[in-house]
């Protein structure tokens, strides 16, 4: 029997994620043993720092990846929209797994129960730590006070409650993988929040030289996910986007083609630069390379480089 170890990061989310990904691998390969290794990562050690603002390369899976590299571990388990769109030279993106829900949801505070955005009063204190959420919400909802909100879900659903925010904004996935869907009051249309690149998808990652892990995880791989989310990744590469930048999107897979819409927001809500594209999806990476350009035609260049400037390249 031989065994293939996954690493990944120790947080709930990240766990619940890897044990599903493990029991999937362990079923459909009953002869290998599917076991786990936990570690911490840069973005784990650092929480009360707003993710921005540290803007480095790979936050959450550069420990990851160095043990694929040096053989500690045989796979890696990543949310997909966390996870670059550039590998380190060696490491390939083997599978992406079937997408939840990819939209962001918001979590009202009990005193507004019943009530969606539109409903609260001018003022009204929003928690976000995202960029893109921060954006998009800004231009729609400019009287609103957005404050950064940090650490692990269980942490800001806790300061939601103790009523330092009127509402919080988090990703439908992420609340549903770990039990909290419940807690979700309202679940945001394209219309007024275009998700992360990847949203909602697991990425599985392994060594380029391992063709025996490639083939493993191929089963984890779910074909229509796979191609909105590589379309989705290749739009981002193309505009040097990394995951702090204001960049969302919508896909749709249907009769072999993809249907695409992007946006990108300047950081004050006051600049949305949107563009469509639809293609065929026997080629995702053209799709999205293609979107870019669109979104470059309609002025998007601009917008990055002055959010460079402001929070640098990131990851
Ligand atoms: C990235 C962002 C956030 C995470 C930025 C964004 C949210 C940061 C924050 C790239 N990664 O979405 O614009 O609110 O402080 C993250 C979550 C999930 C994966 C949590 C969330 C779960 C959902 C999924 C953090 N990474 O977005 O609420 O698997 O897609």
Avoid at 29 to 50: C, F, N, R, S
Avoid at 59 to 78: P, S
Avoid at 168 to 185: D, F, K, P, S
């Amino acid at each position: 029997m031989r065994s293939v170890i996954i690493g990944t990061r120790d947080s709930e989310l990240a766990l619940v994620q890897t044990h599903w990904v493990q029991q999937e691998l362990q079923q459909a390969h009953p002869d290998y043993a599917i076991e786990v290794l936990q570690m911490k990562t840069q973005g784990d050690k650092i929480l009360d720092v707003a993710l921005a603002k540290i803007g480095d390369k790979g936050l959450f899976t550069k420990e990851l990846e160095a043990a694929m590299l040096t053989g500690r571990t045989h796979l890696a388990v990543h949310s997909l929209k966390d996870l670059p769109t550039t590998l380190p030279e060696g490491l390939v993106l083997a599978a992406i797994t079937e997408r939840e829900d990819p939209a962001d949801a918001v979590v009202m505070h009990g005193r507004w129960d019943g009530r969606t955005l539109d409903e609260l009063p001018e003022g009204s204190v929003i928690g976000t730590s995202s960029l893109r959420r921060l954006a998009q919400l800004r231009s729609r909802y400019p009287g609103f006070d957005f404050q950064d909100i940090r650490g692990n879900l269980n942490t800001r659903l806790k300061k939601l409650d103790d009523g330092k925010y009127d509402a919080i904004v988090l990703a439908v996935a992420g609340l549903r993988r770990l039990g909290w869907h419940e807690r979700i009051t309202q679940v945001l249309s394209p219309e007024i929040s275009l998700h992360a690149v990847g949203q909602g998808a697991l990425g599985i990652e392994c060594r380029a030289d391992d063709p025996d892990i490639l083939q493993l995880v191929g089963v984890l791989n779910h074909l229509p996910t796979a191609l909105r989310c590589r379309a989705e990744r290749a739009m981002l590469r193309s505009l040097e986007g990394g995951c702090q930048v204001p960049i969302g999107v919508n896909s749709r897979f249907d009769d072999d083609t993809l249907y695409l819409q992007a946006v990108v927001a300047s950081l004050d809500g006051k600049h949305l630069i949107r563009a469509e594209h639809t293609g065929p999806a026997r080629e995702p990476e053209a799709a999205g390379v293609t979107l870019a350009g669109k979104l470059r035609a309609n002025g998007a260049q601009a917008v990055l480089d002055q959010i460079f400037q402001t929070v640098g390249r990131g990851s």
